[in-house]
């Protein structure tokens, strides 16, 4: 293990990063503490540990798959095309609009849409998703256009010749899609912070936040525009806007879904997957988008179900402790949630609180984040580096005082991190029931303005229950279990095991024929939202600000 030493921090200077010294002083803080934790975890690791590709890992340690279940064809209620338009419609009405949207391409969809109903028409339908209007994250490669990733430092790069392949893969299920969607600058916030383009913001209260980095996709469905988005999940960026919108969102197994034409952020951790209003329907996007591609050599080529469950399914239920990071509320969600599993004939087991050990698997998942990031923006954030937000520099700066000896430790160490964890939390349960958030979503406002390293510590809580996932590698499905202060969506993570996606959508279903939460919409936002203007950042004003 090495801290960052007085050498370290002037080799930072002299790299002409764009951070002061009072950021350089409160990052050197900051790596320090990660490194702290670093040297406990590597203090028994062996000489002979290497850092295999964990993919291989995954395969390994995965269950035998479950049987599929076959999808029942359902009646179109309604065209394709004017399921477009009303999509358009919705956008138009509904908040926070055009807010959730980078770009919509009306007329495409429309074409895209009436082939659709051709098809439909001649007996040809693709599958679940055929004629579904989608929206897609604008990290995503569209041929002919460029991805945004959230910034406009991408404005002069040169379109893209080819679709990503989860575009490809979705059109060919027949999907449509829409337009691409807000994100956090360079998917690089917790709550949906974009400096340049605005907050992320909740449909159920548009003062608080949609939770990010996938915010446009959370927006987009929580608000009706669109039944389906895809986003991208590094430490919770589809779980955590999915869990503050009331949305299901599956964050597959690492390399589950190919990311070629996607951003990177983090190769180590980077996940693509779906938001919807279901289990079911992430379940048949998560079909139409997984299996091997040439174009990603890390995607695992691995049977892809959504599964029925062979026997009595069995999860394991921690008991917290009272220093663990749950409001009031959540815990009583989630002990009522609980109940419905077992009334639901689920075999729910006892398990210490896994908290201590997710807390120092987001820890090595944060090294490896910051080392991969820094990598891949040095050159940008040399020579352009005012041009990226202040929170999202200071993020992706702390990866320069990282050095390689602690980020390949970090690599060394997530196979036996994995194997403890397989072996001392989950057990031989299916799945793992977790909170997603500590609460409610916070307001815009707290996220915003302030000491930064106030805010960084504040909304790094968000996603203090999702990051350590992501090291571990494991799919995860966050369901909606309930309302927090003032009716605010919460929401339940169900951990599986590697390639046990179908152990999470069968447990997903399941919950979710037995409640309605997932069913349940913003609070009248559509009808209603129009009585409050919006200043200039977008924030609505009460009916006493607006006079």
């Known amino acids: 293990m090495s801290t960052p030493t007085a050498s370290a921090v002037h080799g930072a200077r002299e790299c002409n990063l764009p951070v002061n010294d009072r950021d350089l002083a409160e990052l050197t803080e900051v790596v320090a503490a990660l490194t702290a934790t670093l040297a406990q975890e590597t203090a028994t690791l062996s000489m002979t540990q290497m850092a295999v590709p964990f993919g291989h890992v995954l395969q390994a340690l995965a269950p035998q798959p479950w049987f599929d279940v076959p999808v029942a064809e359902k009646t179109a209620v309604m065209s394709s095309e004017d399921w477009v338009r009303a999509s358009l419609a919705a956008i138009a009405r ?22 659709c109903d051709d098809e439909r028409r001649q007996g040809r339908v693709r599958g679940p998703l055929h004629g579904m209007p989608v929206g897609i994250k604008d990290m995503f490669d569209l041929k002919g256009r460029v991805a945004g990733w959230g910034t406009p430092l991408r404005s002069d790069s040169a379109p893209a010749r080819i679709d990503a392949t989860i575009v490809t893969r979705l059109r060919a299920a027949g999907a449509i899609v829409l337009g691409t969607q807000h994100m956090a600058e360079f998917a690089m916030s917790p709550t949906g912070w974009n400096a340049t383009y605005g907050p992320g913001r909740n449909p159920w209260d548009t003062d608080r936040v949609s939770g990010g980095s996938s915010s446009g996709a959370a927006m987009s469905v929580a608000a009706g525009h669109v039944p389906l988005a895809i986003g991208s999940d590094t430490g919770g960026s589809i779980r955590l806007p999915a869990a503050l919108c009331g949305l299901t969102g599956l964050k597959p197994t690492q390399h589950r879904i190919s990311v070629a034409g996607a951003m990177p952020l983090s190769a180590s951790l980077d996940c693509i997957g779906p938001l919807a209003g279901s289990a079911e329907l992430c379940g048949q996007a ?98 352009q580096g005012d041009a990226y937000g202040h929170q999202v520099r200071r993020r992706i700066s702390r990866g320069f005082l990282v050095s390689g000896v602690d980020y390949y430790d970090a690599l060394r160490l997530r196979e036996p991190f994995l194997q403890r964890y397989l072996r001392e939390v989950q057990g031989d349960a299916d799945v793992l029931l977790l909170p997603s958030t500590p609460g409610v979503a916070p307001l815009v406002e707290d996220t915003r303005v302030g000491d930064q390293a106030r805010l960084e510590r504040e909304f790094s809580l968000l996603s203090v229950w999702t990051r350590g996932i992501n090291y571990l590698g494991l799919p995860v499905l966050s369901v909606p279990i309930g309302g927090g202060t003032g009716g605010l969506p919460l929401g339940m993570q169900l951990v599986g095991p590697p390639l046990g996606e179908d152990r999470v959508l069968a447990l997903g279903r399941l919950y979710q024929q037995a409640t309605q939460w997932h069913q349940q919409h913003p609070n009248d936002y559509a009808a209603h939202d129009d009585q409050f203007p919006r200043d200039p950042s977008g924030r609505r004003q009460t009916t006493k600000e607006a006079t």
């Open 286 to 383: 998560y079909q139409a988008m997984a299996g091997p591609d040439p174009a990603d050599g890390s995607c695992l080529d691995a049977r892809v179900a959504v599964g029925a469950a062979q026997r009595r399914l069995r999860v394991a239920v921690p008991q917290w402790r009272d220093e663990d990071p749950l409001s009031q509320e959540m815990r009583r969600s989630l002990d009522e949630a609980v109940q419905v599993l077992r009334t639901s004939g689920v075999e729910c087991v006892t398990v210490p609180s896994p908290y201590p050990m997710l807390q120092r698997a987001g820890v090595l998942a944060s090294i490896l984040l910051v080392v991969e990031a820094s990598a891949m923006h040095q050159r940008w954030l040399r020579q």
């Open 94 to 115: 509904s908040a926070p609009g055009k807010l959730a949207w980078m770009s919509i391409d009306a007329d495409a969809a429309l074409e895209a849409a009436r082939h």
